[in-house]
């Protein structure tokens, strides 16, 4: 069974374009991240979610919205696409949210790469 | 401003010697830190996490230490093989967030 599991893997778009991102985790966690990678291999973290409450937005543009129906869920809808949103985005989840003393290791999903023509 | 540097974005070793890569950081006080494998195509993968209270860290053939006086972290894979060649993802925890290095590549020659 896959821990993090994202749909689609690959995303072929043109600019101007609206298109989803869906993450499911089937490890229990209370916790979900939305990644993105760029071409110089940065993992950059976009948004965090901890029992369905946005915890992190960091500084992203508000054509990305993150939607947490609920705990194991968390999809990433982008609007109007734009040319430099091409990249590879990484769904995450963990037990308890990162930076707390305690905090858990994050578990990865396979990634989306996204193509904005 | 934070920075999170690891050395070279490239290592090439011989099958059998030890690879030892780099993680420095800037204007960042970790809770703890933690060090990710990636491979071609897929999402990273956990191998390793120190706290700033532990000084040294192992599992298997992977070592971990965590000086936070020079803000540094070493990641040592001893013995190593074909089969850990990979790009390499130092993270560090606080603030609610894992913030990574851009990884070091290693790549073991048989």
């Known amino acids: 069974d896959t821990a993090v599991s994202q749909t689609p893997k690959y995303l072929v778009t043109q600019m101007g374009n609206d298109k989803s991102i869906k993450c499911e985790q089937n490890?229990?966690?209370?916790?979900m991240y939305w990644y993105k990678q760029d071409s110089k291999k940065f993992l950059k973290i976009m948004f965090s979610?901890?029992?369905?409450?946005?915890?992190i937005n960091e500084t992203v543009p508000n054509r990305f919205s993150p939607k947490s129906p609920d705990k194991a869920h968390l999809n990433l809808h982008i609007n109007s696409l734009e040319l430099g949103d091409s990249a590879v985005y990484f769904c995450?989840?963990?037990?308890?949210?990162?930076?707390?003393?305690?905090?858990?290791?994050?578990?990865f999903g396979p990634g989306t790469r996204l193509t904005v023509l | 401003s934070q920075k999170i540097e690891q050395n070279s974005e490239a290592l090439n070793i011989q099958e059998g010697k030890t690879a030892t890569l780099t993680c420095n950081y800037t204007n960042y006080s970790p809770a703890y830190l933690q060090w990710y494998r990636q491979d071609p195509g897929r999402g990273p993968v956990f191998l390793l996490l120190i706290r700033e209270n532990e000084k040294e860290k192992r599992k298997e053939r992977l070592k971990v230490t965590f000086d936070t006086t020079l803000k540094q972290s070493l990641f040592h894979i001893t013995a190593s093989q074909p089969a850990d060649s990979a790009t390499y993802l130092c993270?560090?925890?606080?603030?609610?967030?894992?913030?990574f290095g851009a990884g070091t590549t290693v790549t073991v020659r048989a």
């Open positions: 490890l229990g966690h209370d916790t």
């Open positions: 995450a989840s963990s037990h308890f949210l990162a930076g707390e003393v305690g905090a858990d290791t994050q578990y």
């Open positions: 993270a560090l925890g606080g603030d609610y967030k894992l913030s």
């Open positions: 979610y901890n029992n369905k409450e946005l915890i």
